[in-house]
T-cell receptor, first 111, second 115 residues
Framework: GQQVMQIPQYQHVQEGEDFTTYCNSS?????IQWYKQRPGGHPVFLIQ?????EVKKQKRLTFQFGEAKKNSSLHITATQTTDVGTYFC???????????FGTGTRLKVLA | EAGVTQFPSHSVIEKGQTVTLRCDPI?????LYWYRRVMGKEIKFLLH????????ESGMPNNRFLAERTGGTYSTLKVQPAELEDSGVYFC?????????????FGPGTRLTVL
C-alpha cells in the first residue's frame, strides 16, 4: 500500500539554527499538506502544495513539492522556541479522498 | 465559527469495555474523517463519511470498531470490546468538500487509554 516516509524522526536545534524535514512517498501524489502539532495539541493545517516543483513561503517557513510529486520538504529558517512541535506531511493520491500521513518530525528548539 | 469538537478529551477504560467517541464537525461540512495516532506512530486514516454515508472505511482496523453518522451531522466511533492496542489519540477532521482545494480541519482529539 501507499507509504509516506518522513525524516528525521527527531531534531534538536539551537535557537536560530535552521531546520528541515523531508517526506517521501512510494507513489505519485496529487497534493501534499503540512501540519504542525504542538505538544498536547492537535494537528493544525499549515499549507498545501499541488503543482509539480511548487515552492511556497510563510514567513520563515519554506515548503517545496518535488518535480515528480513524490517528495516534499519543509524548511524553517532561524528557528524560534515557538517552532517547537511535531511536523507532519500528509499526501493524497489521485482518485482517493484520504490522506496518508508521514510519521512526523518532532522538533525541539533549545534556547 | 466553531471548530471541530470532540468528546471526551480523555477516556480511560479497561480491556473488554466499550467506549464511544463523538465528533462534531464544523457546521456545513459534509465530509467527516476519523484518524488515529498510536503512540509514536503516524496518524492513520480510519474512515471517511460524506454526509451520512461511508465513503471509505478501508482504514478501520477490525469489526470491533463501528462508526456512525446518523443524519449527516455528528459522528460516533464505538470500540467494543476495547483491546490494549486500541490505545491512542483519535482525531476527527472535517472538510467542506473533497477537492484538492478543501482543507481538512482537525479536532483536538480524544486520548483513549485501555488498561
Amino acid at each position: 500500500g501507499q507509504q509516506v516516509m518522513q525524516i528525521p524522526q527527531y531534531q534538536h536545534v539551537q535557537e536560530g539554527e535552521d531546520f528541515t524535514t523531508y517526506c517521501n512517498s512510494s507513489t505519485t501524489l496529487s497534493n501534499i499538506q503540512w501540519y504542525k502539532q504542538r505538544p498536547g495539541g492537535h494537528p493544525v493545517f499549515l499549507i498545501q502544495l499541488v503543482k509539480s516543483g511548487e515552492v511556497k513561503k510563510q514567513k520563515r517557513l519554506t515548503f517545496q513539492f518535488g518535480e515528480a510529486k513524490k517528495n516534499s520538504s519543509l524548511h524553517i529558517t532561524a528557528t524560534q522556541t515557538t517552532d517547537v512541535g511535531t511536523y507532519f506531511c500528509a499526501g493524497r493520491t489521485s482518485g482517493t479522498y484520504k490522506y496518508i500521513f508521514g510519521t512526523g518530525t518532532r522538533l525541539k528548539v533549545l534556547a | 465559527e466553531a471548530g471541530v469538537t470532540q468528546f471526551p478529551s480523555h477516556s480511560v477504560i479497561e480491556k473488554g469495555q466499550t467506549v464511544t467517541l463523538r465528533c462534531d464537525p464544523i457546521s456545513g461540512h459534509d465530509n467527516l474523517y476519523w484518524y488515529r495516532r498510536v503512540m509514536g506512530k503516524e496518524i492513520k486514516f480510519l474512515l471517511h463519511f460524506v454526509k451520512e454515508s461511508k465513503q471509505d472505511e478501508s482504514g478501520m482496523p477490525n469489526n470491533r470498531f463501528l462508526a456512525e453518522r446518523t443524519g449527516g451531522t455528528y459522528s460516533t466511533l464505538k470500540v467494543q470490546p476495547a483491546e490494549l492496542e486500541d490505545s491512542g489519540v483519535y482525531f476527527c477532521a472535517s472538510s467542506l468538500g473533497t477537492s484538492v482545494a478543501d482543507t481538512q480541519y482537525f479536532g483536538p482529539g480524544t486520548r483513549l487509554t485501555v488498561l
